[in-house]
T-cell receptor, first 114, second 117 residues
Framework: ETGVTQSPTHLIKTRGQQVTLRCSSQ?????VSWYQQALGQGPQFIFQYYREEENGRGNFPPRFSGLQFPNYSSELNVNALELDDSALYLC?????????????FGEGSRLTVL | AQSVTQLDSQVPVFEEAPVELRCNYSSSVSVYLFWYVQYPNQGLQLLLKYLSGSTLVKSINGFEAEFNKSQTSFHLRKPSVHISDTAEYFC???????????????FGKGTHLIIQP
């Protein structure tokens, strides 16, 4: 059984640039959620994708967008990067969208914005 | 809106001593409660969860947590810790009434458990 994998593991961008982060969900999972974890903070919910549609969204601006593909993998896109976007971005997969479901997290993509 | 408070950012404990990691939540509705653990250089893993029923829930590696509705708390305990328990522990809540996980989990800031030999 393959776990959740994320790429790239680390990247550095400059303010104003755009970034795409990728996530492969665990085998058998049809739901992907993205979280932002700033240094010293807990993860914050960005959005969730289910069957290729955005199913829920946290308090993040529209420059944070995503996609889910037919194989349930996902992308997180961030436009017009700001210094405060520097964080660890976590992808989590689950089977179904239920609040009771266990989330399986990847190791994250660490983004540094200069 | 829900919020989670983990009162201690860091808890140092000697090996084989008991430990309690505190978690309080703020919500006007019923909640589901979770503890996730993040070992160094790994992703978050579910440690245990409370959905309904017995207020005391246990993990396979000796941790337990008790849901206390009147205190709005979900503290995590272990009677005897090991070096391998060194990790970051996150308490989280979700709203069972919101049609699934559409709001995601709300996490606390985490507690770094440091086991001293």
């Amino acid at each position: 059984e393959t776990g959740v994998t994320q790429s790239p593991t680390h990247l550095i961008k400059t303010r104003g640039q755009q970034v795409t982060l990728r996530c492969s969900s665990q085998s058998g999972h049809n739901t992907v959620s993205w979280y932002q974890q700033a240094l010293g903070q807990g993860p914050q919910f960005i959005f969730q994708y289910y069957r290729e549609e955005e199913n829920g969204r946290g308090n993040f601006p529209p420059r944070f967008s995503g996609l889910q593909f037919p194989n349930y993998s996902s992308e997180l896109n961030v436009n017009a990067l700001e210094l405060d976007d520097s964080a660890l971005y976590l992808c989590a997969s689950s089977s179904g969208t239920g609040a009771t479901g266990e989330l399986f997290f990847g190791e994250g993509s660490r983004l540094t914005v200069l | 809106a829900q919020s989670v408070t983990q009162l201690d950012s860091q808890v140092p404990v000697f090996e084989e001593a008991p430990v309690e990691l505190r978690c309080n939540y703020s919500s006007s509705v019923s909640v589901y409660l979770f503890w996730y653990v993040q070992y160094p250089n790994q992703g978050l893993q579910l440690l245990l969860k409370y959905l309904s029923g017995s207020t005391l829930v246990k993990s396979i590696n000796g941790f337990e947590a008790e849901f206390n509705k009147s205190q709005t708390s979900f503290h995590l305990r272990k009677p005897s810790v090991h070096i391998s328990d060194t990790a970051e522990y996150f308490c989280a809540v979700s709203d069972p009434g919101r049609g699934g996980g559409a709001d995601g989990l709300t996490f606390g800031k985490g507690t770094h458990l440091i086991i001293q030999p």
